[in-house]
């Protein structure tokens, strides 16, 4: 026994050579300190309240066979005992180097999600707080609540279901406004409006009594249309709706900055100002219903609307989880991005020289390098000799390649985000909030004399 150490973890024992023990005390470390205090106590074995399982793992390294990760071991936990050790990372075998690695860069890039959420509870918190006050601060707190959160009670939820109906139809009604289905022909007053000073020269058309004598009439455009009557009055209802939305919003908003910069805001900002300009031109210039101008750039700018179908999802944890993996990804996303400019670049370039006449130019090849390497393959632009036919093989498979290695990075931070959203998802607030203070905290383990072991 004289040669051998007897060393205590949290009440499993470890017979030590002493050169193993006194591998451990070379180290500057708490542990280290905290044996030497249980020497200088002439203690018959060292007790010290740590994880018996990764001691295996230290006591395996000091022992000099190399460290490895212990299987069902928490990264974090082990983390711990390496900086209680003294022991540098970077010792771990690489067979258990990537998986460590590996646990800290999800940890990175988990901070998305811990923010943000931290951030969500942090303002539900000082809301509840603003509605259980007196005065303004209530009222306040109250119907933004109404307004922002649909599970606050059930004037919330009835809100978000009239808000996402009326979301609905302005979208069906910007989508139908293009179809000949949905479109009818002018009526007099109309033509009177689009014609304007010229309408005398068209006045036969709608002379019902027939004593126009006029037999050369000029022909009325066709391409003159104008959308159903309904279509018009959903457009005005949901612009009005949407506008006292706006300025309800606006009014109940506790932090009137943050409103102004969020996207979702800015889409209704944007889309109304679109609507009313629409107004205001179609005011100015008649005309302008019933027939494609230089003004129909404002017209365009109404896809804008279609945003709002992410206010009715924005609540879902899905969808978040969703915006969580592509910033987490928007580095991996844009060098694929890279790499499908420059691929599309050299492969047009070589089926260009490859002297196939269907390629007229190295632009008109970017379209077929691109649904190509995305196996799309549309069939409107498409190699004809032999050259340019391998080229095309080489083209295919290099974009299944590139496409192999980046999409599953993105598939894996949003399986990641996922998971750890249901963990978020089923903790209570308070208890959230207590555990993120706890997070970073590094917890100190405290040595004990038990001269009996």
Not at 147 to 176: D, H
Not at 367 to 389: C, F, R
Not at 395 to 410: D, M
Not at 414 to 427: D, H, M, N, Q, R
Request: glycine share 4%; charged share 20%.
């Amino acid at each position: 026994m004289e040669n051998t150490v007897v060393i205590n973890i949290s009440g499993t024992k470890f017979e030590v050579s002493v050169n193993t023990f006194n591998n451990m005390m070379s180290t500057e470390s708490d542990a280290k300190l905290k044996l030497e205090i249980l020497k200088e106590n002439n203690s018959s074995c060292y007790f010290l309240e740590r994880n018996f399982g990764v001691f295996t793992a230290v006591l395996s390294y000091f022992q000099g066979n190399g460290l490895h990760v212990p299987a069902l071991t928490c990264i974090a936990e082990f983390k711990k005992e390496l900086d209680f050790w003294g022991i540098d990372p970077q010792e771990i075998e690489p067979c258990c180097y990537s998986k460590y690695i590996g646990f800290f860069d999800d940890q990175k890039a988990l901070t998305i999600l811990t923010d943000d959420q931290t951030e969500r509870i942090t303002e539900r918190t000082e809301l509840q707080r603003r509605v259980k006050a007196t005065g303004w601060l209530s009222i306040q707190a109250k119907v933004w609540s109404v307004l922002e959160e649909p599970s606050f009670n059930m004037f919330a939820k009835g809100y978000f279901y009239i808000s996402a109906f009326f979301v609905i139809v302005s979208i069906a009604a910007l989508v139908c406004g293009t179809h000949p289905t949905f479109m009818r022909s002018l009526r007099e007053s109309e033509w009177e409006e689009f014609f304007g000073e010229e309408y005398q020269q068209y006045s036969g058309h709608f002379d019902s009594s027939g004593s126009s004598t006029n037999t050369t009439l000029i022909p009325l455009p066709t391409h003159a249309k104008a959308p159903l009557d309904f279509l018009s009055y959903l457009d005005f209802i949901t612009t009005t709706f949407f506008s006292v939305e706006f300025i309800l919003r606006f009014i109940f908003c506790p932090n009137k900055k943050k409103f102004i910069s969020s996207f979702l805001n800015l889409v209704d900002i944007f889309s109304l100002c679109v609507m009313y300009s629409k107004y205001i031109v179609e005011a100015i210039n008649p005309r302008e219903k019933y027939t494609a101008t230089v003004f129909d750039i404002v017209h365009c700018f109404q896809i804008v609307r279609v945003f709002r179908l992410f206010r009715l999802v924005k609540n879902f944890i899905g969808f978040r989880v969703l915006l969580y993996a592509l910033k987490a990804s928007i580095w991996e996303v844009l060098l694929m991005s890279l790499f499908l400019v420059v691929a599309m670049l050299m492969f047009s370039a070589f089926v260009f020289f490859s002297g196939d006449t269907a390629f007229t130019s190295i632009p008109d090849a970017f379209w077929w390098a691109i649904v190509t390497m995305t196996t799309v393959g549309y069939g409107d632009m498409y190699p004809t000799q032999p050259l340019s036919k391998t080229i095309g093989a080489v083209c295919a498979v290099t974009g299944v390649c590139l496409l192999a290695i980046i999409i599953p990075i993105f598939v894996n931070n949003f399986l990641l985000f996922y998971a750890y959203s249901k963990v978020w998802g089923s903790k209570d607030n308070a208890n959230t909030n207590k555990g993120g203070t706890k997070k970073n905290n590094i917890i100190s383990s405290k040595s004990k004399v038990s001269p009996d072991c």
